[in-house]
């Protein structure tokens, strides 16, 4: 007998790697404004295919912590991650956590400050070393 954890992950049990890529190619792609939604109900995956769309994206899964050398590049054979991480960043927001919120824009708009405050400082900072090298 097989048991199964309702933990996400970004192994893809499912066999939606084809669609991971088709999904993140087009957010890569598109011309903003773009939505794409995601529903499902619960327990069919739907956390474990946004967090491989974050890898897939960034390279990146830091609600997964530290990916050990061996699993990341197991990870990387059946979905390479950062394919797109020179153009695009991605924010992790759990909506339903503010869900009774009056305003819940304000704590995505909290969560994106947060988030891409490190991107731009790093940027900035390549940036200069950049100019410097040149």
């Excluded at 084809?18 to 109900?41: F, K, M, W």
């Excluded at 991480?85 to 708009?109: C, D, G, M, N």
Aim: aromatic share 8%; with cysteine.
């Amino acid at each position: 007998m097989t048991l199964h954890n309702d933990e996400p992950t970004l192994f893809d049990k499912l066999e939606r790697g084809s669609l991971v890529r088709e999904v993140g190619n087009t957010i890569a792609t598109c011309q903003p404004p773009h939505v794409i939604g995601v529903h499902g109900d619960w327990g069919l995956g739907k956390t474990s295919f946004l967090q491989q769309l974050q890898w897939y994206l960034s390279g990146d899964c830091p609600q997964q912590g530290d990916i050990p050398p061996a699993d990341r590049t197991k990870l990387n054979e059946s979905l390479p991650g950062g394919i797109h991480k020179l153009h695009t960043s991605v924010v992790w927001f759990e909506a339903w956590r503010y869900q009774h919120e009056a305003a819940p824009v304000i704590a995505l708009l909290q969560e994106m400050r947060s988030q891409l405050s490190w991107y731009v400082k790093a940027r900035r900072q390549a940036a200069k070393l950049g100019t410097v090298a040149v």
